[in-house]
C-alpha cells in the first residue's frame, strides 16, 4: 500500500523506520511531503493541502500519517478526508487541544479533569489583576502553538509579569496574543501517549521528557532534549493514571470525537494525583523516538486498524528493557541555533549499535550538514543503552554540539 508521511524531523524518521519494519509496505511504497536528510527523493511538491491531497488521490495514496502540528491545526486530515484517504491524526476541531491552551482547559473543566487553577489574559493593561489571583508566580503559557517553546516559569512576579508582557507583544507571533496565567504544580512529569479511533482509546506506558536545555533541569525550556521509556510507576501512580485515562476516554466518547489519532497527555503527578499540563495531538518528539525502539509490533498495523475502528483487537508489546534518546542539538538552540555546520563520524554510532535519527539535517551531496536547533537523535534500547549511546554522542561531532549528559530513567 501507499503511505504519505508527513513531516521530516526526528520524529517522522523513527515512525518512517518502523513503518519499513512492516510486510505491508516497501520501501518505494512511502511517500514525503517534506523533504528530509533520511528521505529518499519520493517527495510529493505542493503550495497548499488541498493540491497536496488532489497530488496524493491521484497516486493512490491510501493512508496519510501527520507527525507535526502545524497542518493538523491547518485542518490537512479534514481536507484528506474529503478525498476519501484515510488520515492518522485530528481533524482541525480536536487539534484545538493543542493548538489553543484555552480550549483545552475548557475541555477539561467540562469534565472534571484534573488541571492547574488558570487565568487568561489578552491586554497588557490587565496583567496585574490576573498576577493578582495567584499566591506564588504563576507559569506564563502562550495560548497557541510554539513549538514547545512557549512556556515561561518564572522565579518571582516580577519574572512573570515581563514575561508575560512579552509574550503579549508578540514573542511567538500570534500564538501568544492570548496567554494562559497558570499555577505552577510541582511533581514528577510524564508523557503518555493514546490512540483514538473514534470509539476507543488505548495507551502506551509513560515515558519521560527532559524538556531544558542544560544538565539537572537548568536553562531555557525547549522541544525536547531527551526522553527515557518506560517509566516506573509506583502504586498509587499507576491507579491515578489508569484513572484520568478513563475520564479521557469517557470525555472523548461523550464528545463524539470524530478523529482517528494519537493524544499525547503531559501529565504532573502530585501528592493528590495526576494533573493534565497539556495535550498534544500526535507523538511527541523525542519520546516516541524511544518509545518506537522499545516497541514490539507492527505500527502500521496498528494504524490500520485505527482506521477501521478496530483499535481495540491491538495488544501492545514491548521490549522487556529501557529505551533512550539522546538529542544533539545545536549552540543557540532553542531561539537562535546555529546552522550550516558539516557533520563529521555519524559512522561511530555503529560501533556501538546506536541507531542515528536525523532532526535537524540536510545533505548535500554525500555530506550531512546542521539544518536547525535539535540535529540528531541517538536511540538505543538495552541494560548498557545510555553508556553506548553517550560514547557514540562524544564521537559524532559538529561545530557548536550540545546534549544533556543526564538523561535516564526517573
Not at 329 to 336: D, E, K, Q, T, V
Amino acid at each position: 500500500m501507499k503511505i504519505l508521511l508527513y513531516g521530516s524531523g526526528g520524529r517522522e524518521h523513527a515512525l518512517y523506520e518502523a513503518l519499513l519494519k512492516s510486510p505491508l509496505v516497501g520501501f518505494n511504497d512511502i511517500y514525503f511531503a517534506q523533504t528530509g536528510a533520511f528521505a529518499p527523493c519520493r517527495v510529493i511538491e505542493f503550495c497548499d493541502y488541498f493540491e497536496l491531497a488532489k497530488k496524493a488521490k491521484n497516486i493512490g495514496i491510501e493512508l496519510l500519517i501527520v507527525g507535526p502540528e502545524v497542518p493538523l491545526a491547518g485542518g490537512i486530515c479534514d481536507i484528506f478526508s474529503s478525498f476519501n484517504i484515510p488520515v492518522i491524526g485530528a481533524n482541525k476541531y480536536w487539534a484545538q487541544l493543542e493548538s489553543s491552551k484555552s480550549f483545552a482547559k475548557d475541555f477539561m473543566q467540562k469534565f472534571n479533569i484534573k488541571t492547574a487553577k488558570y487565568t487568561l489574559a489578552d491586554d497588557i493593561c490587565k496583567i496585574d489583576s490576573a498576577l493578582s489571583k495567584f499566591s506564588a508566580p504563576p507559569v506564563i503559557k502562550a495560548d497557541g502553538l510554539a513549538g514547545g517553546k512557549g512556556v515561561y516559569l518564572p522565579e518571582t512576579f516580577g519574572e512573570a509579569r515581563e514575561a508575560a508582557k512579552e509574550f503579549l507583544c508578540g514573542k511567538f507571533g500570534e500564538s501568544s496574543k492570548k496567554i494562559i496565567l497558570e499555577q505552577r504544580l510541582f511533581g514528577r512529569e510524564l508523557s503518555v501517549f493514546s490512540l483514538w479511533d473514534g470509539k476507543a482509546l488505548k495507551s502506551f506506558k509513560p515515558a519521560c521528557d527532559f524538556k531544558k536545555l542544560s544538565d539537572n533541569d537548568e536553562g531555557e525550556n525547549t522541544g525536547g532534549m531527551g526522553s527515557a521509556f518506560p517509566c516506573s510507576l509506583s502504586d498509587f501512580e499507576e491507579k491515578e493514571i489508569n484513572s484520568y485515562l478513563l475520564k479521557l476516554e469517557y470525555a472523548l466518547k461523550t464528545s463524539r470525537a470524530d478523529f482517528c489519532g494519537v493524544i499525547y497527555s503531559g501529565l504532573m503527578m502530585c501528592s493528590d494525583g495526576a494533573y493534565v499540563l497539556e495535550y498534544n495531538m500526535r507523538f511527541g518528539d523525542p519520546e516516541i523516538q524511544s518509545v518506537l525502539d522499545n516497541f514490539c509490533g507492527d505500527i502500521l498495523d496498528v494504524f490500520l486498524k485505527m482506521v477501521d475502528g478496530k483499535l481495540d483487537e491491538i495488544d501492545f508489546k514491548f521490549k522487556d528493557e529501557p529505551s533512550y534518546c539522546v538529542v544533539l542539538a545545536s549552540c543557540g538552540y532553542p531561539f537562535s541555533p546555529q546552522t550550516g555546520c558539516e557533520i563529521f563520524n555519524l559512522e561511530a554510532a555503529k560501533k556501538y549499535g546506536v541507531r542515528v535519527l536525523f532532526a535537524g539535517v540536510k545533505k548535500i551531496g554525500q555530506k550531512y550538514y546542521t539544518n536547525g536547533g535539535r540535529v540528531l537523535n541517538l536511540v538505543k534500547s538495552g541494560k548498557d543503552a545510555l553508556a553506548d549511546i553517550y560514547a557514540a554522542a562524544s564521537e559524532i561531532e559538529f561545530e557548536g554540539k550540545i546534549y544533556r549528559k543526564d538523561i535516564k530513567l526517573r
